[in-house]
């Protein structure tokens, strides 16, 4: 059966427009000036919509026309449209840009695609879009939300873009040309998100087949559910690079969440790196525990709930130089957020490893002493057989050492409580995959995430989970709601 193009579309065109806008129309409403289309369709390429708004505002406030733009450097170009990701390159092609245009094209933006492409940092994407949004001329433009959309249709099955363009350009309506990218970049920013698409909400349910689409999870003890209940959510994540995940849904995951404190191990990241909707996100305060060395381990808090204090590190350089712990104080529990080292290859650190775990838990019966104490992040070790898919493979490698489980083992017996484990005993339960030979889609994995509390707490903990549906790292997010 052939997909209902013409009727998908119609009924997009209605939903979509109280969707936010995507940049590129936002300034077309503004003005039709094929220049300030141009820049800012550079600009907007793998960059959020809010913050190419903003850059491209300050970059027409110093630069509203090609002759103004030719006085500016490149550093002075960078400095205006940061944090725009790929701001140094971009930089470099605006700078370009004038030379090129009064050389090839006597100082005049050109209005056709094949001319477009000739110029710095333009791609057929946006050589399409300006065209289009610019001149009014039909023209097709494919990004990788209509790429995807058109394949998960199964209207066109293609490999990329420009697979998809040729395809469009031979069956897609004329009349559809234009608009198409606007409400696909809409709906796909909207609902037909690329990690965990809204199916559950999506206006086309009934026509779409959802081809190879792996839907959010909804239910009744679901994400979006957990707020209703009563207790603290907690969750953690290894992101294995805020940086990077946040091109991948990183808000939107946390915002599903809804949590009251959401931590994260492994950003590889200093603030000053970070882009600004990370480091204000409304509603919450964030800590930052970076490492010393740049792109390297680290830890930050997001929490809703303002701490008595925060504590950073162990008061041990050898440690706290890697960003390893970062702990609140609340009221009535001390939140302990632990990025563990791994015994790497060959063990070569595990010595470092088992030094670092008994410093921690001297501190963490300090604390306990005190009030109740949560433990979450990356243990970096599978405590037992079930919790990884291949035991007798892994007994001499990093995380899966008797050594290492020992430690788990002490620290159980003494009483303190992992969590996930209170509510499931199932094997298969995993929280991290390799990369490699297509792990996490087979469930060849680990549980290494965990939230573990204190013996006096086991009553005060009401669930625990691990979210294996939310992709982004290579590891998952783990939750606990605490009463």
Known sequence: M???IKKAIAILEKEVAAYQVPVVDL??????????????????????????AVASKRLFERAATLSELAKLSASQIEKIIY??????????????????????????????????????????KTANLVVAVA???????????????????????????????????EKLPPELWIKINSILVAFGQGTCKPVRPHCDRCILSDLCPQLGVTPRKVSPEGIKNSKRKSGTSLVSWNVNG???????????????????????????????????????????????NSAVKKGYSGTAVYSRLEPLQVIYGLGNTAYDDEGRVLTLEFDNFYFLNVYFPNSQHGLTRIDYKMAFNQALFGFVEELSAKKSVIICGDFNVAHKEIDLANPKANVKNPGFTPLERAWVDEITKIGYID???????????????????????????WRIDYFFVDPG????????????????SDHCPVSLRFK
């Open 27 to 52: 300034i077309a409403a503004q003005t039709k000036d094929p220049f300030k289309v141009l820049v800012a369709t550079i600009l907007s390429a793998r960059t959020k919509d809010e913050v190419t």
């Open 419 to 445: 969590t996930f484990r209170m509510f499931n005993k199932e094997p298969g339960q995993y929280s991290w995959w390799s990369y490699r030979a297509n792990a996490r889609a087979r469930n060849i994995g």
């Open 83 to 124: 944090p725009v990701g790929f701001f140094r390159n971009k930089s470099r092609y605006l700078e370009q840009l004038p030379g090129v245009l009064a050389t090839e094209f006597n100082s005049v933006i050109p209005s056709e695609v094949d001319a477009l492409v000739r110029l710095p940092g333009v791609g057929r």
């Open 457 to 472: 707490s086991k009553d005060r903990v009401q669930e625990a989970r691990i979210h294996d549906d939310i992709i982004g």
């Open 135 to 169: 001149f009014s001329k039909p023209a097709i433009c494919v990004d990788t939300h209509v790429h995807r959309i058109m394949n998960i249709w199964g209207y066109v099955q293609t490999e990329t873009p420009l697979q998809t363009e040729i395809a469009l350009r």
């Open 242 to 288: 805020l940086r990077a995940v946040h091109k991948k849904g990183f808000l939107e995951i946390f915002r599903d969440f809804d949590a009251d404190i959401f931590a994260l191990q492994e950003i590889k990241a200093n603030p000053e790196q970070l882009p600004e909707d990370l480091l204000a996100i409304s509603g919450y305060r964030v800590y930052w």
């Open 2 to 4: 052939t997909f209902p």
